[in-house]
C-alpha cells in the first residue's frame, strides 16, 4: 500500500488518556474496519442505510457521534489518523447505542484507494481539515487536485462532499481547487443545521474566525 509522501496531519503527541486507551483495545475489534489492500462491501456492513457517508478527519468525534445518532438511517464511516480521537469516537459509539458508525485508523490517501469500491460513498464530510495557514506548509493542505480525483471516483455519479473550514483563506483556496477541476460543482452554502459545531470549529469561533460552508457534487 503506497503512502503520501506529503502528509495532510500533523504528528501530534500520542498523549492517549487510560479511557481513550482502554475503549481503543477493547472496542477497535468490534467498531473498527482494519486497514488492508482488500475492499470492503459497504452494504454488507450497512446493509439498510438509505445512505453511506465517510467523514474524513473527526478529531475527538463529538460532532461525528451526533450525525450519527440524528440520522440512523444512514451509515457512517469515520476516518483519522489520531490514536485519542479513535479511542473516543469508540467509546461515543458504546455511549450512545449507535449501530451506524464504524472507524477507521489511517490516511485517507491509504484508505480510500485500497479499500473503498468505486461509486460506492454518498457522501463525504470534511470539516475543519488542517488549515495548515503557514505559506511554506500549505502545500499540506488536504483539499487539492490530487485529492479531488481521488475522492471522485469512490462518490456515487451525484454524490457530493461538504466541507467547512474557520479558515478564510483556506475557503478561497478551496474554491480555486473546485473552479480548476472539471469534476464536481458547487460552491459556498449556508451552514446546514445538521452540522453540528464541531470541537475545533469552537475553538475558531472564541477567536472570531469566520466559517465557510461549501458543498459539491460530482459532475460526471
Ligand atoms: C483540525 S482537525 C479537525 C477535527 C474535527 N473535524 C473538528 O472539527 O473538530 C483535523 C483532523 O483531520 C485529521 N486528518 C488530517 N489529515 C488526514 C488524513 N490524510 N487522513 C485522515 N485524517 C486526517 C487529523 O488527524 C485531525 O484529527
Do not use: C
Request: charged content about 25%; hydrophobic content about 40%.
Amino acid at each position: 500500500m503506497e503512502r503520501p509522501s506529503v502528509r495532510s496531519y500533523s504528528i501530534r503527541g500520542s498523549r492517549i488518556t487510560e479511557a481513550q486507551r482502554a475503549a481503543k483495545d477493547a472496542l477497535q475489534k468490534v467498531y473498527g474496519i482494519p486497514v488492508s489492500a482488500n475492499k470492503i462491501y459497504l452494504r454488507e456492513i450497512f446493509p439498510t442505510a438509505e445512505k453511506i457517508i465517510m467523514e474524513i478527519g473527526f478529531g475527538m468525534g463529538e460532532a461525528t457521534a451526533i450525525i450519527a445518532k440524528n440520522n440512523p438511517h444512514n451509515g457512517y464511516i469515520a476516518v483519522d489518523v489520531h490514536p485519542p480521537g479513535i479511542g473516543k469516537l469508540l467509546a461515543r459509539i458504546v455511549e450512545n447505542e449507535l449501530t451506524n458508525l464504524r472507524v477507521i485508523e489511517d490516511d485517507v490517501h491509504v484508505v480510500l484507494p485500497y479499500m473503498f469500491e468505486d461509486e460506492s460513498l454518498d457522501g463525504i464530510h470534511l470539516y475543519f481539515p488542517d488549515p495548515w495557514p503557514k505559506k511554506k506548509h500549505n502545500k499540506r493542505r488536504i483539499v487539492n487536485a490530487g485529492f479531488l480525483a481521488l475522492i471522485h471516483p469512490k462518490l456515487k455519479r451525484d454524490g457530493f462532499i461538504h466541507i467547512a473550514t474557520d479558515w478564510v483563506p483556506y475557503a478561497i483556496n478551496i474554491e480555486e481547487v473546485f473552479a480548476g477541476s472539471e469534476l464536481f460543482t458547487g460552491g459556498v452554502i449556508a451552514k446546514p443545521d445538521s452540522r453540528p459545531v464541531t470541537r475545533f470549529e469552537g475553538q475558531g469561533i472564541d477567536k472570531d474566525h469566520q466559517v465557510t460552508d461549501l458543498m459539491y457534487f460530482r459532475k460526471q
